[in-house]
């Protein structure tokens, strides 16, 4: 069973900055999977924010975080990062990481079967 634990949320002003964690743990050979980022605000559907490939060598962001957000891995360490920079109140929501059950490129929430329990981003204006 894939357990996911996200971890770095927290209040912040508009123009600061934070950094999202999410350790991995119960497969072997994470560094076949694709793993993501995805958020969701109140009363909004979930939403992918970046999508990193098992080797990192590939990555997609939504396109209001293009340019803000950087997303990363360390397969040693079984860990996947967020960068949050420039934070704005739009990005205020629950975060979530999420892999896949198979190998394979995948950008939509719905592709993904394994998810964290979240970790709540508020950004003040």
């Known amino acids: 069973q894939v357990q996911l634990v996200e971890s770095g949320g927290g209040l912040v002003q508009a123009g600061g900055s934070l950094r999202l964690s999410c350790a991995a743990s119960?497969?072997?050979?994470?560094?076949?999977?694709?793993m993501g980022w995805f958020r969701q605000a109140p009363g909004k559907e979930r939403e992918t924010v970046a999508v990193?490939?098992?080797?990192?060598?590939?990555?997609s962001y939504e396109d209001s975080v293009k340019g803000r957000f950087t997303i990363s891995r360390d397969n040693a360490k079984n860990t996947v990062y967020l960068q949050m920079n420039s934070l704005k109140a739009e990005d205020t929501a629950v975060y979530y990481c999420?892999?896949?059950?198979?190998?394979?490129?995948?950008?939509?929430?719905?592709?993904?079967?394994?998810w964290g329990q979240g970790t709540q981003v508020t950004v003040s204006s």
């Open positions: 999420a892999t896949t059950r198979s190998m394979g490129w995948a950008t939509r929430p719905y592709e993904y079967a394994y």
């Open positions: 119960g497969r072997a050979f994470s560094r076949y999977y694709v």
């Open positions: 990193i490939s098992g080797s990192g060598d590939s990555t």
